[in-house]
């Protein structure tokens, strides 16, 4: 009997589990002109009384909205984190910003011809989760974490709106495109190439450079963290922001773990980021 009771006691906690959840949205943009789909992760006991802290979790090419909880397993590490009190009970969003084919359906975070994503995200896609999700509001209570593509998002978003966010974390973060070939010309109507055109044109690494000195301070309200494996292509590219940050007096955390540009490195990753912003909320 005490055998039997014992290994009740061990599956309790198994069977007690967090009661999150996903939900899949969608939103229709008229700036885009179409349906934006998007997941939103709604922490244990969450309810619509209560203002939430909003991350958004941002994408890389070649995924989309759903990558996060597929390949990510975003749910499980959210659950973990804010069950042991690494992460404060908080609404995470997921929204679209491509497709797996980068060819044929636009890709990424900012305007571009036919494809104003930045002006969607700001003005129609942020206001519209922050409401129905009662998250967000406010700088204090809104942070953005992005992969490759939507690392680099991450981190120009919050260059471009320092006052809207309270931290920023770029995992393996294509920061610039500088010094790499303009990809898909070979495709009568590809859109690979705009994408490609879209980073070097917002670069975060011209924008240091750039920056004037009002601006310099408002960056310095915002939490920055680089995160990339050692094996990572785009290694380099968060270095050399990180120095130059550091020349321009704005702090910024850097860290290169063994890894490269995969979904076990992001994976990781997230045990780090999620903390990272949690405790930047409020500041």
């Known amino acids: 009997m005490k055998k039997i009771l014992f290994a009740l006691l061990l599956i309790l906690p198994l069977a007690v589990s967090a009661q999150s959840r996903i939900e899949t949205g969608s939103i229709f943009s008229t700036k885009l002109g179409c349906e934006q789909k998007y997941n939103v992760y709604l922490p244990d006991g969450y309810n619509q009384w209560d203002r939430y802290p909003v991350i958004y979790l941002l994408h890389g090419l070649y995924g989309d909205y759903s990558n996060w909880v597929k390949s990510g397993r975003m749910k499980e590490v959210a659950d973990e984190l804010i069950a042991c009190g690494e992460v404060r009970p908080c609404v995470m969003v997921m929204p679209n910003a491509g497709d797996k084919d980068v060819h044929g359906y636009q ?20 206001p519209e989760v922050e409401r129905k999700y009662h998250c967000g509001g406010e ?107 550091r020349k321009a007096g704005i702090p910024c955390e850097l860290r290169v773990h063994n890894g490269g540009h995969t979904w076990e490195y992001w994976h990781r990753a997230l045990y780090t980021a999620l903390p990272f912003a949690s405790r930047n909320f409020g500041k």
């Open 107 to 126: 890709n990424g975070y900012f305007n571009v011809q036919d494809w104003p994503y930045e002006d969607f995200f700001f003005d129609e896609f942020l």
């Open 139 to 245: 700088k204090g209570l809104r942070a953005v974490i992005g992969l490759s593509m939507g690392g680099g998002g991450a981190i120009v978003y919050a260059q471009h709106h320092p006052r809207l966010f309270s931290s920023a974390y770029g995992m393996s973060a294509w920061l610039d495109h500088k010094d790499r070939d303009i990809r898909g010309t070979d495709r009568v109507g590809s859109k690979l190439a705009l994408t490609d055109r879209s980073v070097r044109d917002h670069s975060a690494l011209d924008f240091i450079d750039w920056v004037g000195p009002v601006t310099k301070e408002e960056l310095k309200t915002v939490a920055w963290f680089l995160d990339c494996g050692d094996d990572d292509h785009l290694l380099q590219l968060s270095v050399d922001l990180h120095l130059k940050m």
